[in-house]
């Protein structure tokens, strides 16, 4: 389903456009843009927002993007362009402290598995961020070199250095991406137009929001929860589920107290 494209759709998606073509030009941007694990090293305040305009990848870019361009501007020429961005913001964020809320709760799980007592917090803090990366993915090897000292100091066995590998993940992980806030204008298009049917690109039927929307969120938890992705590797899906979450409750507010969409300028 395409829309007629409204000027904040247009606006967000030449910003997502100039961030993935920057970050190519600038690759500093993707640590100091992408939202690392609030504990880290690599946090920075601006993240929770800034991480909604970077991608991966030309598909990432391509399929966020069009469906902002589909479900957004629909949105976007109902409510007008102030209470649009906003609920944009607030889903892309709401996904971001969900997904923060699930790495917390799986990096101190790991952190409390460790049987070592003694380690001292800076300690563990340098192994935790140590340098593990081959610019591509997270490696054993390279975690094991560069904390070897720290290792042999409090006597690492097999088990503990392979949940202290994971926990490094964890803190060092990153996530990029507008599917947050994407996922929160599929709830609210389903609120609005529940019966639209989308033909979508790998749907060989249209399907009616109503029924698609669900399906798809439940999906995403299902993965989240079970840790099989059905739509490929790499993906936040409680952040996915979250954005999706954070809609929904706006959506129930602004119907249950029939919000006034006059208070929100064009």
Known sequence: MMNNMTDTV????????????????????NELLSLHYFESDGFKFWQPITH???????????????????????LEHFWGAKKFL????????GAALIQSGINYYEFHSLINEISITSISEADMRLMLNAD??????FRSDLLFE???????????????????FQAACENQGIMVGASGAIYGLLVAFAFMFPN???????????IKAKYFVPVIVLLDLF??????????????????????????IMMWYWKKNQFDKNRWDR
Not at 17 to 27: E, M, N, Q
Not at 52 to 74: D, K, Q
Not at 132 to 137: E, H
Not at 229 to 243: D, L, N
């Open 86 to 93: 906003f609920f944009y913001l607030s889903c892309g964020i």
């Open 146 to 164: 560069a904390t070897k000292p720290l290792l042999e100091k409090y006597n690492f066995d097999t088990d503990n250095f392979t949940i202290l």
């Open 132 to 137: 593990m990366s081959d610019g591509i993915s």
């Open 196 to 206: 639209a049917e989308l033909a979508l690109l790998f749907i060989p039927v249209p």
């Open 52 to 74: 909604m305009f970077m991608h991966g990848s030309l598909m990432h870019i391509f399929f966020n993007m069009f469906a902002l361009v589909s479900f957004g501007s629909a």
């Open 223 to 248: 993965s989240g929860v079970t840790g099989y992705s059905i739509f490929g590797g790499g993906i936040a899906h409680f952040a996915h589920v979250g954005g999706a979450l954070f809609g929904f």
């Open 10 to 29: 247009k606006q967000l998606l030449i910003i997502n456009v100039l961030f993935f073509i920057g970050s190519y030009f600038v690759p500093q941007a």
